[in-house]
């Protein structure tokens, strides 16, 4: 995760006057306390230090990862590698080579991608508009994810399978979340939903409402996005017993200084500073503890940061995994992704203060060096013993240094829950400030005094297992008081922090609207009639949209605890023609879940040329699409939606082919008009398909030879839900 602190600077504004910004190559890209500190904790030898420190001053290559599902993402990588790699092999701009894109040798798949192709290059060239073209259209329509090399690792470690309950703590701007419903996803019979759940939880309402953007682009019923703080998240209990619910997976990508994304974030160069880490580190902490907590013993967590400092990275691992007495274990990961260039955690570090010195213990440490708020942790930035440190195994966390592969700078560290967390909490707590008034008794505290001395020593013995204790206290007290109040649909929450109308489950058997949508369309009984949800305006809604079960059950056992902005994909949309039978159609969204279980006359296949209609036109006449596809969309209601399937492994003897290999299935929702037919999908998806199937091209800007043409003989009536992707 990026910066977990403002800048010290004043919004560009500096004596009251505007400061003047410099150009991106005038940027420093130096500092000389980060290039102290880091030459201090020997990270790499001192022959390797100048080559990574000058690797840190370049400009990152961009990579991006192929998303979706396993099919179609073999698709769009052939695309890549038959049309796009040999074009840009042999380009040249200004007589330089360009480097054409490749696979990350160590990503699985080859779905993991990275050229060194400048941005401005990229844009204004006019023999790589096209690539440009292609990943901007790719990019919206969630079959590729811009996504910085390093940020795709911790997700790889945790083997999320379809059955898993997953927790990613601080999952805002989404990529690392998008990996986790991927897998999820990965083994999933088309038509059905796996059992698993991943809550994606940002402490930023806006960075969490981010995520509804990743979310609505990947089509999944089993996400669920949360707003609390990652420390704080709140116990969900299962029924009536005193159990909490846990999760078999959980990424702590935390809040960090981001001093390993200096090759993007050219600011950190002038704004870094060692105190960057002490600030974060007590909250990393306790994030992490949460996490332990939260996990299911057997369970994997993998914390990472975008961070190469040890106080932010060793320090809370050591430090949390000797709190729990062997509860947790670091896991050797080291024969996973082989082609992962790496190094082994550190085990000892020096901890620099703010006059610029380096320290090997806290001894000594005074208020003229370090704040107050700083030495109430100064102890959890340091290493433990050596003989605990081997014990601990810190040589397993991961780091990945800038220079090994070309990429940005990463930690992660692979932990399991060996054994449950069931301490007495308060003996834990007395024992911690004891041990802390034996270490003030030895070195002072400066110039505070005894009193000031207990209070902070009582602070700090304070840490998350008080925390814990208190929260286990009042989910006890509300459920014997009887005041746990259940997700229910005549009871929605309202949270006036949150902008948008709750969430309010529909049952189809009290619910008559829903159920003659359901009755409409011919949803059959595979399909779960307990997943149907809506946000509530004037107790009507506009859309409605899909859960998984599990997602339901989850929501219900939380009751008004979690705070969720969104959750499930839309599948039902309300229709604005007046004429139309039923006065719902079905969204672009919602098609993969829907099409197993639709009746059978809303399921249309078509032949090559009829796709060819439909991409190419507006509105495309019925009469210039094959007999038997016409005759199966006249025999539903005019003004109705149709799904247009187009199913390649039936098409394999066909004369005429889509332009590219195409294998997954096309699947496209239509507005059936009285003469005509048109494709519910947005200016993006319609570009993708052009090109994919056709072979035609268009710029974002519009340039190019993809032009659509409009059948202006279709009636007026025919066209408004062309209009009317978005209700």
């Given at each position: 995760m990026g910066r977990g602190k403002k800048s010290r600077k004043d919004n560009g504004h500096v004596n009251g006057e505007r400061k003047r910004y410099k150009k991106f190559e005038d940027l420093p890209r130096d500092n000389k306390n980060l290039r102290k500190y880091y030459q201090a904790q020997k990270i790499v030898s001192e022959e390797e230090f100048p080559e990574m420190i000058e690797t840190m001053r370049t400009i990152l290559p961009t990579n991006f990862r192929i998303s979706g599902s396993r099919q179609q993402a073999t698709d769009i990588r052939e695309l890549i590698m038959t049309e796009f790699v040999p074009h840009i092999r042999d380009t040249q701009i200004d007589g330089v080579d360009i480097e054409a894109p490749h696979p990350l040798p160590w990503y699985p798949n080859n779905f993991g991608w990275q050229f060194s192709i400048p941005r401005m290059a990229l844009r204004k060239s006019t023999e790589l508009r096209g690539f440009h073209s292609f990943l901007v259209t790719e990019t919206e329509i969630g079959n590729i994810s811009r996504q910085e090399a390093v940020s795709m690792v911790p997700p790889l470690f945790l083997d999320v399978r379809s059955d898993h309950m997953v927790l990613d703590m601080c999952a805002a701007p989404g990529s690392k979340t998008a990996q986790l419903i991927e897998a999820l996803h990965a083994d999933a019979v088309p038509g059905t939903v796996p059992t698993g759940v991943v809550v994606a939880n940002d402490a930023d309402y806006k960075r969490a409402c981010m995520l509804v953007h990743q979310m609505n682009r990947l089509n999944s019923p089993n996400i669920v996005v949360t707003n609390h703080s990652g420390e704080r998240f709140p116990n969900i209990l299962k029924g009536s017993s005193r159990e909490i619910v846990q999760f078999d997976r959980i990424l702590c990508d935390v809040p960090c200084s981001g001093d390993g994304t200096t090759r993007k974030n050219v600011r950190v160069w002038e704004t870094w500073h060692a105190d960057d880490a002490h600030a974060l580190n007590p909250l990393q902490t306790k994030i992490l503890q949460r996490a332990a907590y939260l996990l299911k013993v057997g369970g994997r967590l993998v914390y990472s940061t975008c961070s190469l400092n040890p106080v932010e990275n060793e320090a809370v691992v050591a430090h949390v995994l000797e709190h729990f007495e062997g509860a947790l274990k670091l896991v050797d990961v080291s024969t996973q992704l082989p082609e992962l260039k790496r190094r082994q955690g550190l085990k000892t570090w020096k901890v620099m203060t703010r006059d610029g010195e380096m320290h090997d213990t806290p001894e000594n440490i005074g208020p003229e060096v370090a704040s107050r708020s700083t030495r109430k942790h100064m102890e959890g930035f340091f290493p433990l013993s050596a003989e605990r440190m081997d014990e601990l195994h810190l040589e397993r966390c991961m780091r990945i240094y800038p220079h090994l592969q070309n990429t940005g700078g990463f930690f992660v560290a692979v932990l399991e829950k060996v054994a449950p967390i069931g301490v007495n909490e308060r003996k834990k707590a007395a024992e911690a400030l004891e041990r802390a008034q034996q270490r003030a008794a030895a070195r002072g505290y400066g110039e505070e005094t005894p009193m000031q001395a207990e209070d902070e020593l009582k602070r700090a013995a304070s840490d998350d297992e008080g925390a814990e204790n208190k929260r286990q206290k009042i989910d006890e007290q509300e459920e014997g008081a009887g005041k746990?109040?259940?997700?229910?649909?005549?009871?929605?929450?309202?949270?006036?922090?949150?902008?948008?109308?709750?969430?309010?489950?529909?049952?189809?058997?009290?619910?008559?609207?829903?159920?003659?949508?359901?009755?409409?369309?011919?949803?059959?009984?595979?399909?779960?009639?307990?997943?149907?949800?809506?946000?509530?305006?004037?107790?009507?809604?506009?859309?409605?949209?899909?859960?998984a079960d599990s997602v339901r059950q989850l929501m219900e056992l939380a009751g008004q605890r979690l705070r969720?902005?969104?959750?499930?994909?839309?599948?039902?949309?309300?229709?604005?023609?007046?004429?139309?039978?039923?006065?719902?159609?079905?969204?672009?969204?919602?098609?993969?879940?829907?099409?197993?279980?639709?009746?059978?006359k809303f399921v249309i296949e078509m032949t090559f040329n009829d796709l060819r209609v439909l991409i190419e036109q507006v509105n495309p006449l019925l009469t210039q699409l094959s007999d038997e596809t016409r005759r199966r969309i006249e025999a539903v209601d005019t003004s109705c939606s149709v799904i247009m399937c187009y199913d390649p492994a039936k098409h394999v003897e066909d004369s005429e082919k889509p332009h590219t290999r195409l294998t997954a299935l096309l699947a496209i929702p239509c507005w059936r008009g009285a003469v005509s037919v048109s494709a519910h999908i947005n200016k993006n998806q319609l570009r993708s398909l052009n090109h994919r199937v056709l072979g035609r091209t268009a710029n974002t800007d519009g340039v190019g030879d993809l032009k659509l043409e409009n059948n202006t003989a279709s009636s007026h009536a025919d066209s408004p839900a062309a209009n009317a992707q978005n209700p």
């Open positions: 746990r109040t259940p997700y229910l649909p005549d009871s929605p929450r309202e949270d006036p922090a949150l902008r948008e109308s709750p969430f309010v489950f529909l049952d189809p058997s009290t619910n008559k609207e829903l159920q003659a949508v359901l009755d409409y369309y011919g949803i059959k009984d595979s399909m779960s009639h307990q997943g149907f949800l809506s946000r509530m305006e004037n107790g009507l809604f506009r859309s409605v949209y899909y859960v969720v902005v969104n959750t499930g994909i839309k599948v039902f949309g309300r229709s604005t023609v007046k004429e139309a039978e039923c006065t719902y159609r079905l969204v672009c969204e919602g098609v993969p879940q829907l099409l197993a279980h639709l009746g059978d």
